[in-house]
């Protein structure tokens, strides 16, 4: 087992360094597509922790993009905190607001629990409305420069930079916690919890963990996000997104590690693409502006509908056999080893 | 009775509806026993079982009586802290983690009970000595195992957690014969190894009647008779012939 980690650790790096390098040439409407996809990974990653991993199906993503924007924005603008404490008030908030959606969950599950999260979302939303309706009145925030000691975030390119040492960051930690007792307990309780309970893990505090942590990245990619865009307003966080943000985590595969990067990549792109798609096609005459968030939800239903029937486990699950098809003739490693291996290496 | 491992006194479960399971059951195991309590479809066994493990979900079933584990009380204790006091119990369906790993799975039924990382490698070893199919899949899906291997794996899970006792409901079921064998073989492996007790509930009198150092039958809710030692042979004498 130990021979294969090279050729994985040498293609992780080998895309890493290529990542760095993209971001210095893509041309800069690319570049905006590619941090918001990366900002839309790290929320992504996070909604799979709850729903991929713990079994938790929550709706009220949006809500926790909300809590950690508006968090954000009352650090930076109200309590005058600097961008890094401002961004981790609002991850906080969400990871509070996180523990209180989870705290149903001790009773409920599955359907039941996702209606309580979807009353969540229009709860947080309407206090949203009304916070900022008091403060800027009909207008959105807008956020201060984002300044990191003698760093200031201004070109595409160096906000490239810092999110993806974000997302980098973010994914190293996930993965650290799914491979080894928190993510086994997690999938235990997924997979049945009763017999989770009998090989005596606490699930309560296990399933109040998952929630916490998944809300507490969503929240700091909300926070993220409002300082990217200079600008936050409640108007921005819908249910649609909130629904874009499952069908990422479907399409790159529920439970895998790396799946909802891949989705959450896809969707961003396909989305923001939309427009400029039906132009180089020539519907652009068909599709009004105005129709292309419809033409979109439709695009994402679709595209949900094919991967349940088609493979339930998601792009990772493809690229997977992919990985294996292409390690099966790799010159040193001859035996059939899963990408996606879960178990620890021994 | 003192140095009894699983001390149940008087205990009744009923469920919403009047119907009465378990009707003021009362058994003993000792460690290094292994008692065995038959009787046909409905009659009570799983839930003495689950009225044991804490596993009786749903808040209208009523349960009462007192089930003493090594002398503490875990009557009315949640799964988790009846888990933690050394109750081991698998099952009759979903008895291991399908979408987890074989060497997930052992890990789960490990860590919980807190040890040194020593005799963690030492029942690694141990268990793939024992298990040999379980080391050579132990990065494929519990699922993936056939019925006599996810036994096999909950056998090795129960070792992994070091329990007092090992509630065991139907491990014949849907097994075949030669398969029943291997398993039962392995539960007594465990028993012995572990000096644990164990309670093993299954229809097939057959099967289990070699294993049992106790036996309990159970008719409509009641536990009405039980045999110990030489005894349990004879009664297997008597009925156990009818039975083939």
């Given amino acids: 087992m130990r021979r294969l980690m090279w050729p994985r650790l040498a293609v992780a790096l080998v895309l890493l360094l290529l990542a760095f390098g993209a971001i210095e040439v893509l041309p800069v409407t690319w570049l905006d597509l590619v941090n918001t996809a990366m900002l839309a990974a790290i929320a992504a990653l996070a909604l799979n922790l709850v729903m991929g991993h713990t079994g938790l199906v929550s709706i009220g993503n949006a809500a926790f993009l909300a809590v950690g924007a508006i968090g954000a924005v009352e650090g930076a603008l109200y309590l005058h905190q600097s961008f890094p404490v401002s961004i981790l008030i609002g991850a906080i908030a969400a990871a509070i607001a996180g523990v209180i959606v989870a705290l149903p969950s001790f009773r409920i599950s599955g359907l039941y629990l996702a209606v309580g999260t979807l009353s969540f979302h229009f709860i947080v939303l309407y206090a949203v409305q009304q916070v900022q309706t008091a403060q800027v009145g009909a207008s959105a925030y807008l956020l201060p420069l984002a300044t990191i000691g003698p760093l200031t975030l201004v070109s595409l390119q160096s906000w490239g930079r810092a999110i993806l040492v974000l997302l980098v960051v973010v994914f190293l930690a996930y993965r650290t916690l799914l491979l080894r007792k928190p993510g086994r307990v997690w999938r235990a309780i997924r997979e049945n919890p009763l017999m989770a309970e009998m090989s005596g893990a606490a699930i309560g505090p296990y399933k109040l963990s998952s929630f916490a942590l998944s809300s507490f990245l969503v929240g700091l990619a909300g926070a993220v996000q409002a300082y990217y865009l200079t600008t936050a307003t409640y108007e921005s966080y819908t249910l649609d997104l909130a629904v874009l943000y499952i069908a990422m985590v479907v399409l790159g595969g529920m439970g895998s590690l790396y799946g909802p990067i891949v989705g959450a990549f896809l969707l961003t792109l396909l989305a923001q693409s939309l427009e400029r798609i039906f132009g180089v096609l020539g519907l652009g005459v068909v599709v009004s502006t105005a129709n292309t968030f419809l033409v979109r939800g439709m695009l994402v239903g679709l595209i949900l509908a094919a991967v349940i029937l088609f493979e339930p486990r998601g792009l990772a699950a493809l690229l997977s056999r992919l990985g294996d098809a292409i390690l099966a003739r790799w010159p040193v490693a001859r035996t059939r080893v899963p990408i996606e291996s879960r178990g620890q290496p021994t | ?244």
């Fill in chain 2, 1 to 244: 009775m003192s140095d009894a491992v699983l001390e149940v006194r008087d205990v009744s479960v009923s469920y919403p509806g009047g119907g009465v399971a378990l009707d003021r059951a009362s058994l003993s195991v000792a460690a290094g026993e292994i008692a065995v309590v038959v009787g046909p479809n409905g009659a009570g066994k799983t839930t003495l079982c689950r009225a044991v493990a804490g596993y009786l979900p749903g808040e209208r079933v009523r349960v009462s009586g007192s089930v003493k584990v090594r002398g503490a009380e875990l009557a009315g204790k949640d799964p988790a802290n009846i888990a933690r006091a050394g109750v081991c119990f698998i099952p009759e369906r979903q008895k291991v983690f399908a979408t987890l790993t074989v060497a997930e799975n052992l890990e789960l039924a490990r860590r919980q009970t807190a040890r040194d990382p020593r005799t963690a490698a030492v029942d690694d070893e141990h268990v793939s000595r024992m298990f040999p199919i379980l080391g050579e899949r132990r990065t494929q899906p519990a699922g993936l195992l056939s019925g006599g291997e996810q036994q096999m794996l909950a056998l090795a899970r129960a070792f992994m957690s070091r329990p007092a006792l090992i509630v065991i409901d139907e491990p014949s079921l849907g097994l075949a014969p030669v398969v029943i064998q291997t398993v039962l073989g392995a539960l007594r492996q465990v028993a012995a190894e572990l000096n644990v007790a164990v309670l093993l509930a299954d229809q097939n009198i057959i099967n289990t009647r070699e294993l049992a150092t106790r036996l309990y039958e159970m008719r409509a809710g009641e536990l009405i008779q039980s045999q110990t030692g030489a005894a349990v042979g004879d009664y297997f004498a008597g009925h156990g012939a009818q039975a083939r």
